[in-house]
């Protein structure tokens, strides 16, 4: 039997575990990613718990969709901030003003 209360209620704590990542931490980039990845993660975890809920299948689909753009995004981030590390020798957030245009 599936508890949906129980599932919506640890998408929503790993929701905002990942909405205070991002608010508290406003120097280290990983870190920020990381909270990204957690909000990404949480809404998949919403969609499919209502997908299965509803017994459609659209949900899921959806998710999918979402964990692709999901790697998408970490690959090409983090291969930004190697770069961006190579050259500059920081990813601090405050020190990325030049990238200003």
Request: zero cysteines.
């Amino acid at each position: 039997m599936l508890y949906i209360k129980e599932y919506f209620f640890v998408s929503m704590v790993i929701f905002l575990l990942g909405m205070i990542g991002i608010i508290l931490n406003r120097k280290n980039l990983i870190l920020m990613l990381m909270s990204i990845e957690l909000i990404l993660l949480a809404i998949n975890l919403a969609f499919i718990t209502f997908s299965v809920h509803l017994g459609d299948i659209k949900g899921q689909i959806i998710s999918l969709f979402v964990l692709t753009v999901a790697a998408a995004e970490s690959a090409i981030g983090l291969a930004i901030l190697v770069a961006y590390y190579r050259v500059r020798g920081t990813i601090e957030v405050q020190k990325m003003n030049r990238l200003k245009g």
